[in-house]
T-cell receptor, first 115, second 111 residues
């Protein structure tokens, strides 16, 4: 059963610490999306990649957030330094197979708490 | 910028009652997708509508895409407690590279 895998599932950290979230997209998917979900803002698109190249990261605060795809099986989202307002659930989603290319398959998310 | 709006934000129903959520886009959409997120879960794809005026059914769920391709609705007949969750609609951005999600309608059902 193919699925998007995100680690860690939960992260509690202190303000100022670096946080790295990882995502393994479904094998064969060439597009990876990072979202942040909060009660107030809903699902916000932070950044996305196609064939490992960043297409758009305009939704991401550039001063502290960075997203990369070091290879086709790994996407990372880093926050440095983290702040309490970054507390949210971060979802990774992948897509891009020809017949279902616009459909997104979400991972279970990383629940981040910054104290 | 391109926006997708959903109403209502929250809806509570008694089990067995019907439920409808509406989605409106500020621009014409090439397609519309619907996702469901269970409490504590992640969004899961339900369906995609592509044609103007299209209607699709999945058991008790009926999805419609408006004639002008700017609005859509999801109707659930005779809700059950398993229908609880947040329903999102999403449309492709104009570049065709990413989805723009509505803020979702959260459905609660009491038995």
């Amino acid at each position: 059963d193919a699925r998007v895998t995100q680690t860690p599932r939960h992260k509690v950290t202190e303000m100022g610490q670096e946080v790295t979230m990882r995502c393994q997209p479904i094998l064969g998917h060439n597009t990876v999306f990072w979202y942040r979900q909060t009660m107030m803002q809903g699902l916000e698109l932070l950044a996305y990649f196609r064939n490992r190249a960043p297409l758009d990261d305009s939704g991401m605060p550039k001063d502290r957030f960075s997203a990369e795809m070091p290879d086709a099986t790994l996407a990372t989202l880093k926050i440095q330094p983290s702040e309490p307002r970054d507390s949210a659930v971060y979802f990774c989603a992948s897509g891009g197979r020809l017949r279902t290319k616009n459909i997104q398959y979400f991972g279970a998310g990383t629940r981040l708490s910054v104290l | 910028g391109q926006q997708v709006m959903q109403i209502p934000q929250y809806q509570h129903v008694q089990e067995g009652e019907d439920f409808t959520t509406y989605c409106n886009s500020s621009t014409t959409l090439s397609n519309i997708q619907w996702y469901k997120q269970r409490p504590g879960g992640h969004p899961v794809f339900l369906i995609q509508l592509v044609k103007s005026g299209e209607v699709k059914k999945q058991k008790r769920l009926t999805f419609q895409f408006g004639e002008a391709k700017k609005n859509s609705s999801l109707h659930i007949t005779a809700t059950q407690t398993t229908d609880v969750g947040t329903y999102f609609c999403a449309g492709l951005n104009q570049a065709g590279t990413a989805l723009i999600f509505g803020k979702g309608t959260t459905l609660s059902v009491s038995s």
